[in-house]
Nanobody
Framework: QVRLVESGGGLVQAGGSLRLSCAASGFTFSRTHMGWFRQAPGKEREFVGAITWSGGSTYYREFLKGRFTISRDNAKNTLYLQMNSLKPEDTAIYYC???????????????WGQGTHVTVSS
């Protein structure tokens, strides 16, 4: 059974950091591109960033670049999102997702986790 389970969310103050994890199982993680998305209340799910199957290349939404870092550990079947200098507008549910073709759209991904909530207080 394919599963993606996010963890590491919580409440942090503005300027703080969080590291999210996504544990994958049920598919060949090491040959699958991975992405992070987020969805704030009342808003559409939006692309955060993506990483190629080997971890050799990463891609970010431009305004997040420099604060967020995506990485993966294929030996552990785990995807990470390091978030630094957090802002209240980063408050959202964060989702990890998988695809065999790297993309920036929700429709490009076919495996999804259930999300982990991040709240950034001012």
């Amino acid at each position: 059974q394919v599963r993606l389970v996010e963890s590491g969310g919580g409440l942090v103050q503005a300027g703080g950091s969080l590291r999210l994890s996504c544990a994958a199982s049920g598919f060949t993680f090491s040959r699958t591109h991975m992405g992070w998305f987020r969805q704030a209340p009342g808003k559409e799910r939006e692309f955060v960033g993506a990483i190629t199957w080997s971890g050799g290349s990463t891609y970010y939404r431009e305004f997040l670049k420099g604060r967020f870092t995506i990485s993966r550990d294929n030996a552990k079947n785990t995807l990470y999102l390091q978030m630094n200098s957090l802002k209240p507008e980063d408050t959202a549910i964060y989702y990890c997702a998988a695809s065999y073709e790297l993309g920036r759209e929700v429709a490009d991904y076919y495996y999804w986790g259930q999300g982990t909530h991040v709240t950034v207080s001012s």
